[in-house]
Structure formats: C-alpha cells, structure tokens
C-alpha cells in the first residue's frame, strides 16, 4: 500500500520558469490538498479537492494552480516560479469525513533562485 | 477567524525527562483537536485527537487532554526515549464550505538527547 506519493522529492528552479509537484493516492480518498511549510508558520493550505473535477482555494492559493482530473491524482502548478514560493510542499488526502484523518505524503522540498 | 498557537521550540530534553507542549485555540463552537507528529525526511503522521471536551486521547504513551474552559490540547508524555525526537503540530479542525479542513500551529520541534 504506497497510500500517498509525491514527487519530486527535491527541485530547484529558477525565477520564472513553471513546474508541476505531482501527487497521487491510492486509498480512494474523495479528498485532497496541498499544504506548503514555512519555518515558524506551520502548514498553510494552497488549494484542496473534495472530488473528481471539484477544487477549491485554500488560504494561499496565490501563484498555484491545481486540477483534479481522476479520483488517485492532484498535481499542483507553478506557473512562473518566484523566490517567496520556496518551501516544502506536502499533499495529504483523506475520505473527507468525521474520523478520517489526513494521510500525508514525504514532501516536496522546493527551492526557487 | 480560527487559530492554532502553540510554544515556541526547540524543547531540549534528556531521555526519560517529562514532556509538555502548550497548545491553545481560538475557534467558534466546538472542533476536534488533533496532535501530528513529523519525523525527520517525513510527512505528518496522526499522533492523537480529540473530538469532544474532556476527551484525552492517547497513543505511543503521549496524551493531550481537550480542555474547552481553558481552549486548551496540550501535549504530555511522562519519559521520552531519543525516538521521540521530532517536530510536534497541534491542529484544529473546522468546517468551511461543507467539509472539514485542519488549522496548523506552526510546530513545535523536540530534541532529546541520550
């Protein structure tokens, strides 16, 4: 059971370019997110999915973008790459339910130059 | 809006030494509380939650008890061993547009030493 799968594990970019952090489950999870995390901030939510062709923004959507094509995967976006987006990335799924807790993946350590 | 804070890190600690990370909340009505654990190279890994007040959950020998006059989940273990080593979140979980989505405190990293 790989439950929740990211990659890559390790990215540097330069300022401007795009790049998509892939994400993809295999517990048939109806709900998924991304979280970045910043030293002192804890994790903040990008954007989530409850379902299939359904997302929605989370507290800093800014700068990403996301689709939800297929129950197993949610990839996010970067579409023009800036220095304020370096951060580790997770993505975490869950049944979306009371007594579901969230399933994380290993992360994304992102690093924009 | 609502919000998870929790004691600034690191906490140091020599092995068997009793733990104590603070935790409180500001929330409107009553959310489940929920403590997650990091281990180095890793993702967040539920440790215990709490759905109620007066509710303690436990696992792995931790426990946080849901103190709802004091808005209050914070985290105990009375001896840890150098394993527990790790960064600590409390969260809160509220609903928003229908579902249910977690608040993170911003961590709290533990070292312990031999």
């Known amino acids: 059971n790989a439950g929740v799968t990211q990659t890559p594990k390790f990215q540097v970019l330069k300022t401007g370019q795009s790049m998509t952090l892939q994400c993809a489950q295999d517990?048939?999870?109806?709900?998924m997110s991304w979280y970045r995390q910043d030293p002192g901030m804890g994790l903040r939510l990008i954007h989530y999915s409850v379902g299939a062709g359904i997302t929605d923004q989370g507290e800093v959507p800014n700068g990403y973008n996301v689709s939800r094509s297929t129950t197993e995967d949610f990839p996010l976006r970067l579409l023009s790459a800036a220095p304020s987006q370096t951060s580790v990335y997770f993505c975490?799924?869950?049944?979306?339910?009371?007594?579901?807790?969230?399933?994380f993946g290993n992360g994304t350590r992102l690093t924009v130059t | 809006g609502d919000s998870v804070t929790q004691m600034e890190g690191p906490v140091t600690l020599s092995e068997e030494a009793f733990l104590t990370i603070n935790c409180t909340y500001t929330?409107?009505?009553?959310?489940?509380l929920f403590w997650y654990v990091q281990y180095p190279g890793e993702g967040l890994q539920l440790l215990l939650k709490?759905?109620?007040?007066?509710d303690k959950g436990s696992n792995k020998g931790f426990e946080a008890t849901y103190r709802k006059e004091t808005t209050s989940f914070h985290l105990e273990k009375g001896s840890v061993q150098v394993s527990d080593s790790a960064v600590y979140f409390c969260a809160l979980e509220t609903l928003s547009g229908g579902y249910n989505k977690l608040i993170f405190g911003a961590g709290t990293r533990l070292a312990v030493h031999p």
């Open positions: 929330a409107t009505g009553y959310p489940s």
């Open positions: 709490a759905t109620k007040a007066d």
């Open positions: 975490a799924s869950s049944y979306g339910t009371d007594d579901s807790p969230l399933h």
């Open positions: 517990m048939n999870h109806e709900y």
